[in-house]
T-cell receptor, first 116, second 116 residues
Framework: AQSVSQHNHHVILSEAASLELGCNYS??????LFWYVQYPGQHLQLLLK??????LVKGIKGFEAEFIKSKFSFNLRKPSVQWSDTAEYFC??????????????FGQGTELSVKP | GAVVSQHPSRVICKSGTSVKIECRSL??????MFWYRQFPKQSLMLMAT?????????EQGVEKDKFLINHASLTLSTLTVTSAHPEDSSFYIC????????????FGPGTRLTVL
C-alpha cells in the first residue's frame, strides 16, 4: 500500500529563514506528487505538482520542490519564508494514475510557524 | 477557475439525526469527486471516491450505510451522515478531480460537523 511520510510535524522559523520540508513516499510505480497548503481557516490550495519531466518543480509564492526518484522523496523548499507562509503543508501522492486513478494519499502534514 | 464549494460550512445536529453535505464544482465538470475526513491537527483521510452516475467506492473501514454518497450530476456530489453520533464530529472535505491526464484535485472549504 502507498504511504506518505512527512518528517517534521511542527517547524518554527524566523522571517527570511530558508525552509525545507521533507516528504517521502512508498510506491514503486509511476507517481504524481503534490504539495498542498492550508492557511488558517482556509481550504487546501495546490502549491505545486510533479507529473513528469524536470524533477525540480516551481510552484506559487516562491515555493519549489525536487523529486528525487532514488530517494522516493519530494521535499518542499523556499529560500526565504515570510510571516504569511504560516500554514499547514501537506504532501500527497497519487500512484494509481492509470487504474482507478485520482486517489490521493496524504502525509501527516507539517505545521509551519513563521515568527515576524 | 477550478472552484469547489461546500454547503453548509458548519452544522450542529443532535445525535441520531442525519446531515447532508453538498459539494459543487462551480466552473468545471467533475466526473470524480472525493470525500475526506480531517481530524484536528491531523491529515486528510480519504473516505470514498464518488463517480458521476455510479456507486461510490469506499475506503476500507468506512461504513457505506452510514456515509451515503450520491453523485447525481457532473457538478454535484452529496455526503449524508446518517444517524450521526458524537464520534462523527469532524471536518469533512470534498475535492473534485480535473481530468485524467491533468489529474489534479481542487478542494472545497470543508464542512465542520458537530454532533451533540
Amino acid at each position: 500500500a502507498q504511504s506518505v511520510s512527512q518528517h517534521n510535524h511542527h517547524v518554527i522559523l524566523s522571517e527570511a529563514a530558508s525552509l525545507e520540508l521533507g516528504c517521502n513516499y512508498s510506491y514503486g510505480g509511476t507517481v504524481n506528487l503534490f504539495w498542498y497548503v492550508q492557511y488558517p481557516g482556509q481550504h487546501l490550495q495546490l502549491l505545486l505538482k510533479y507529473f513528469s519531466g524536470d524533477p525540480l518543480v516551481k510552484g506559487i509564492k516562491g515555493f519549489e520542490a525536487e523529486f528525487i526518484k532514488s530517494k522516493f522523496s519530494f521535499n518542499l523548499r523556499k529560500p526565504s519564508v515570510q510571516w504569511s507562509d504560516t500554514a499547514e503543508y501537506f504532501c500527497a501522492v497519487n500512484g494509481e494514475i492509470y487504474n482507478q486513478g485520482g486517489k490521493l494519499i496524504f502525509g501527516q502534514g507539517t505545521e509551519l510557524s513563521v515568527k515576524p | 477557475g477550478a472552484v469547489v464549494s461546500q454547503h453548509p460550512s458548519r452544522v450542529i445536529c443532535k445525535s441520531g439525526t442525519s446531515v447532508k453535505i453538498e459539494c459543487r464544482s462551480l466552473d468545471f465538470q467533475a466526473t470524480t469527486m472525493f470525500w475526506y475526513r480531517q481530524f484536528p491537527k491531523q491529515s486528510l483521510m480519504l473516505m470514498a471516491t464518488s463517480n458521476e452516475g455510479s456507486k461510490a467506492t469506499y475506503e476500507q473501514g468506512v461504513e457505506k450505510d452510514k456515509f451515503l454518497i450520491n453523485h447525481a450530476s457532473l457538478t454535484l456530489s452529496t455526503l449524508t451522515v446518517t444517524s450521526a453520533h458524537p464520534e462523527d464530529s469532524s471536518f469533512y472535505i470534498c475535492s473534485a478531480r480535473v481530468g485524467v491526464q491533468i489529474d489534479t484535485q481542487y478542494f472545497g472549504p470543508g464542512t465542520r460537523l458537530t454532533v451533540l
